[in-house]
């Protein structure tokens, strides 16, 4: 799965996972799915991964495969790369404190230095 670093990266893996999801939710194959959308298995196997930018008329071709229209597909995956966006925001945010020395995290027993002499 790739590493989303930014808004189209997000866009991208959110589109993977849903696609993803919903071959598994029809308990289709890659291969199954292949032969439904007329794509190449490995080619599936890529955009699930993340490993491919996806093409208009061949995330259509998808979407009508497992049961969507294409604004259908967009749609949810666009929810999903808010929900990826803020989370990632969240993660800078805690990431952020924690450099600045500022815990996250409740601290239990002794202060750093409490029992320096």
């Keep these: 799965m790739i590493n ?10 959110a589109t993977a996972e849903i ?8 308990d289709l194959s890659q291969e199954e799915l292949s032969t439904r959308s007329g794509l190449h298995r490995t080619y599936i196997s890529d955009i699930e991964l993340g490993k491919r930018n996806i093409s208009l008329l061949n ?3 998808l979407a009508s495969a497992l049961g969507f ?3 259908e ?7 999903r790369a ?19 020395g500022i815990s996250t995290m409740p601290q239990f027993g002794p202060s750093p230095g409490q029992f320096a002499e």
């Design 19 to 26: 696609l993803r999801e919903r071959r598994n939710e029809l």
């Design 59 to 61: 995330l259509a071709r």
């Design 73 to 79: 597909l967009l749609a949810k995956a666009q929810e």
């Design 82 to 100: 808010q929900i990826l966006l803020a989370n990632a925001a969240a993660g800078a945010s805690t990431t952020a404190r924690a450099g600045a």
């Design 4 to 13: 989303p670093s930014n808004d189209h990266d997000k866009l991208l893996a």
């Design 69 to 71: 229209s294409a604004s």
